[in-house]
């Protein structure tokens, strides 16, 4: 504990950088919604605030790494923190991507499946949003972070159980939908379940960090 608080502008860095992921991840939803609801502007709008939001992000993070090595804080856990902050980024860069993807290749999502895609966005979107406060629990109290790591473990399990229910009414539920728009949207849904497994990803890294610093 007293090591991370020699290390205060550092954790700061970290608590802002969490926030842009957390802040990443609100916009992935709205963009879903709006991609489904057909509002383009919104849409085109959200667009650019993740790219702008990503940005930040990656030179927190840069910054972060900086402050870690140029003035040797944190030696014990810098390498744990360091590939910590690497998987997040990767978070955050599937949430953007993700979004450019629907711009790019404007998938035809059937209003059959348009609640289950929001509902899937949402519940992989939930288990980044309760890996946040675990992140933020393990600079002050490491015994807690089991506790709330929990979550992000059963939101990502559901996050996969939709999935396949919307793959299965892809394949074999929808009338009509030609076998390359089938192929579409399960890529699509894989898409989204994926930031779900990044989370998850994440919340094995900091069970394994929250260990070391227990014992």
Same mark, same amino acid.
């Given at each position: 504990? @007293?090591?991370?608080?020699?290390?205060?502008?550092? +954790?700061?860095?970290? !608590?802002?950088?969490?926030?842009?992921?957390?802040?990443?991840? *609100? #916009?992935?939803?709205?963009?879903?919604?709006?991609?489904?609801?057909?509002?383009?502007?919104?849409?085109?709008?959200?667009?650019?605030? +993740? &790219?702008?939001?990503?940005? /930040?992000?990656?030179?927190? %993070?840069? /910054?972060?790494?900086?402050?870690?090595?140029?003035?040797?804080?944190?030696?014990?856990?810098?390498?744990?923190?360091?590939? *910590? #902050? =690497?998987?997040?980024?990767? +978070?955050?860069?599937?949430?953007?991507?993700? *979004?450019?993807? $629907?711009?790019?290749?404007?998938?035809?999502?059937? !209003?059959?499946?348009?609640?289950?895609? /929001? %509902? #899937?966005?949402?519940?992989?979107?939930? @288990?980044?949003? =309760?890996?946040?406060?675990?992140?933020?629990?393990?600079?002050?109290?490491?015994?807690?972070?089991?506790? &709330?790591?929990? %979550?992000?473990?059963?939101?990502? /399990? =559901?996050?996969?159980?939709? @999935?396949? =229910?919307?793959?299965?009414?892809? $394949?074999?539920?929808?009338?009509?939908? &030609?076998?390359?728009?089938?192929?579409? #949207? &399960?890529?699509?849904? *894989?898409?989204?379940?994926?930031?779900?497994?990044?989370? !998850?990803?994440?919340?094995?890294?900091?069970?394994?960090?929250?260990?070391? %610093?227990?014992?």
């Amino acid at each position: 504990m @007293a090591l991370f608080k020699s290390s205060k502008s550092v +954790i700061r860095d970290i !608590e802002e950088y969490i926030d842009k992921i957390d802040q990443g991840g *609100l #916009l992935f939803k709205k963009g879903i919604v709006d991609y489904l609801d057909e509002r383009e502007k919104s849409f085109q709008d959200v667009l650019l605030s +993740i &790219r702008k939001e990503e940005g /930040k992000a990656d030179t927190l %993070r840069r /910054k972060i790494e900086n402050e870690l090595y140029l003035h040797s804080l944190l030696p014990e856990h810098r390498g744990d923190l360091m590939r *910590l #902050l =690497e998987k997040m980024d990767d +978070i955050m860069d599937l949430m953007k991507e993700n *979004l450019y993807q $629907f711009d790019v290749e404007e998938p035809t999502v059937p !209003e059959e499946i348009h609640d289950d895609f /929001k %509902r #899937l966005a949402d519940l992989s979107i939930s @288990a980044v949003e =309760e890996l946040l406060p675990a992140v933020r629990v393990y600079f002050t109290d490491p015994k807690a972070v089991k506790d &709330r790591l929990h %979550r992000v473990y059963f939101y990502e /399990k =559901e996050t996969d159980k939709l @999935a396949l =229910e919307i793959k299965r009414s892809i $394949f074999k539920k929808i009338p009509n939908l &030609r076998q390359s728009q089938k192929i579409h #949207l &399960r890529y699509f849904t *894989l898409h989204i379940e994926n930031v779900s497994d990044a989370a !998850e990803v994440v919340a094995d890294i900091l069970t394994i960090m929250a260990i070391k %610093r227990i014992q």
